[in-house]
Nanobody
């Protein structure tokens, strides 16, 4: 069964940057579309970035121009570069396939605060 391990979160000031990583076990990683999701306290989990198996990307309007998703199929890893962070980006960030195809990992907490 595929396992997902997110890392790279932390506390950052508004305007700062973070790079998240998601390591996935399983040989089917390279043929799946992958996404980064986030869940803020009291809110539903939302999809913020998508990368297809062919490398095409798409973003939620709230992060467009600030976040960049990428993948390294050789390492079974998906990344999320987050720049110009805002307090409203505070959430637990998760990765998973699209559609969801594995148990959710523990996520990584991102807190944007001065």
């Amino acid at each position: 069964q595929v396992q997902l391990v997110e890392s790279g979160g932390g506390l950052v000031q508004p305007g700062g940057s973070l790079r998240l990583s998601c390591a996935a076990s399983g040989s089917i990683f390279s043929i799946r579309n992958e996404g980064w999701y986030r869940q803020a306290p009291g809110k539903q989990r939302e999809l913020v970035a998508v990368i297809t198996s062919g490398g095409r990307t798409n973003y939620a309007d709230s992060v467009k121009g600030r976040f960049t998703i990428s993948r390294d199929n050789a390492k079974n890893t998906v990344y999320l570069q987050m720049n110009s962070l805002k307090p409203e980006d505070t959430a637990v960030y998760y990765c998973n396939a699209i559609p969801v195809a594995a148990p959710w990992g523990q996520g990584t907490q991102v807190t944007v605060s001065s």
